[in-house]
């Protein structure tokens, strides 16, 4: 249980343990002001979580803190630097348009990072504005809400503020900033720069600062460089099961986009699944599908590889010791992931106990889901309200004999149908943020008004409540002959 802090007046209480590693990890930066910000979203349940004061944020001092025209008492505001394996390809990093204050310490004694997304030029901007867009600073607001609320690890947003000034991509945009709330910023694309740029006194100091921040149980384990890797592949094997589970595409999980606590980071290209097909992929520059939906497992451990990699020096004075400990512990991530992914999928389908044919049931469904075209979500919320008649499903001819197995299958079981159908309402969500849906709102927000996301947002505060006022955000985006594509803008 997290202790009461002593501080629990609710007001910036900020310290940056970061500037404490070598100064190879971080540059110093200034402010840079923008001319006229103004608050367009404010997330009261952060704002509580964080410890800090609604109507303070609301203020001018609060809205120019924000807007990163000045900073809050406590900040020592920096750009990281990292590396990242962009598209399988090694590439230098670092915030190029993002400015850490430092760690909010909360009343229950936790500790968030808080950065501001779209803040200016840095030393690592690489020719960029270090600006963002209103559109990708509120869609990741939108995600990341809407995949708390699925409860699945994710930075949060606090606030979005409009800059007064425009941006220019391919057409005007309106300027905005994010406020980002994680565990952390620490990425495997870190571990992967220290590794290139600080020898090994370099990964030492960040997995040591990585363990007493996150993992500070590793310590007292025999080998605690070691036990880092097994968590963090076991933190990531559970977090990849979940978008699974959700039908959620990250769209670009480079390495520099994988966090080492365990939560889903950077919401540029991602999106929702409608219909059923592992192949499916969204971002607009993912030509190759490295990023599919289907791919995301493996991707996963491609990435924890290369963070293994990074740890090799640390493992063992024995080369090629530390690399066959590396390995056992990669190879024991598709494990880890299936066993994740099954328990949750037996939970979709209203199962407590394991049976060895659990898998083959699961893996059935699915392949008439992708003959039959059929939505993911709704599917499962069709199996849990006992509404088949509406779904896709229906028309097979293979699903009729499914259905008998897996009716059959769930009585096998001493827990009864209410227990079962009460299991798969906990976890098979009535509402997803659709992609047409976050479109409405986007595009509602970018025209000044702000009440079609303020909707959407209320219906996907609780996606397991069933209510009456999710039903709308249930139907399946209009016909099209065009195929839906996102973009890498936040």
Not at 1 to 17: G, I
Not at 158 to 170: D, I, K, Q
Not at 369 to 382: C, E, G, V, Y
Not at 445 to 467: I, Q, R, T, W
Request: proline share 5%; glycine share 8%.
């Amino acid at each position: 249980m997290p202790h009461q802090n002593e501080n629990s007046k609710r007001e910036w209480n900020l310290e940056n343990s970061y500037v404490e590693l070598p100064d190879m990890f971080y540059k110093e930066i200034e402010p840079n002001p923008v001319r006229d910000p103004k608050l367009v979203v404010l997330n009261e349940e952060v704002i509580q979580m964080l410890g800090l004061d609604k109507s303070e944020l609301q203020s001018d001092t609060g809205i120019h803190i924000l807007a990163g025209n000045s900073v809050p008492k406590g900040s020592h505001p920096i750009a990281q630097a990292y590396a990242g394996h962009q598209f399988g390809h090694f590439t230098m990093l670092g915030d190029g348009r993002a400015l850490l204050f430092g760690e909010q310490k909360t009343p229950t004694g936790e500790t968030y990072d808080i950065q501001l997304k779209g803040s200016g030029r840095t030393p690592f901007s690489r020719g960029g504005d270090g600006r963002a867009a209103l559109g990708p600073m509120l869609r990741e607001y939108i995600i990341s809400e809407a995949m708390h609320g699925l409860n699945i690890p994710t930075t949060r947003s606090l606030a979005v503020v409009t800059t007064g000034e425009p941006v220019y991509r391919e057409r005007e945009e309106i300027g905005a900033i994010m406020t980002r709330v994680a565990s952390s910023h620490l990425r495997v694309g870190t571990f992967e720069y220290a590794f290139r740029f600080g020898g090994v006194e370099g990964v030492e100091k960040l997995a040591d600062y990585t363990i007493d921040r996150h993992y500070p149980d590793a310590r007292n384990d025999a080998n605690p460089y070691l036990s880092l890797l097994n968590r963090v592949i076991n933190r990531q094997a559970e977090l990849v099961s979940k978008w699974q589970m959700a039908g959620f595409i990250h769209g670009v999980m480079n390495t520099d986009n994988m966090s080492i606590c365990g939560e889903t980071i950077d919401y540029g290209p991602c999106a929702f699944m409608d219909t059923y097909d592992p192949k499916t992929v969204f971002s607009s520059i993912d030509i190759q599908g490295r990023y599919a939906y289907g791919n995301q497992p493996y991707i996963a451990g491609w990435n924890l590889a290369r963070f293994a990699e990074s740890l090799l020096p640390l493992l063992d004075d024995n080369k090629e010791r530390a690399v066959e400990m590396a390995q056992d512990a990669i190879g024991g991530f598709s494990e880890l992931f299936k066993k994740y992914w099954l328990k949750g999928m037996r939970s979709k389908l209203g199962l407590f106990n394991e049976e060895q044919e659990d898998e083959a049931l699961i893996e059935s469904l699915l392949g008439i889901m992708q003959k039959s075209d059929a939505d993911f979500t709704n599917t499962f919320r069709a199996l849990t309200l006992n509404e088949l008649e509406k779904s896709e499903l229906s028309k097979a001819a293979e699903f009729t004999q499914w259905q008998e197995l897996w009716m059959a299958r769930r009585e096998r079981q001493d827990e009864t149908k209410e227990a079962s159908v009460k299991l798969m309402k906990e976890v098979n969500p009535a509402v997803i943020p659709r992609n047409h849906r976050v479109e409405e709102a986007l595009h509602a927000a970018e025209n000044g008004d702000y009440k079609v996301m303020e909707k959407l947002m209320h219906a996907l505060k609780d996606p397991y409540a069933y209510s009456a006022e999710q039903e709308e955000y249930c139907s399946l985006p209009p016909q099209t002959d065009q195929t839906y594509q996102t973009f890498c803008g936040t």
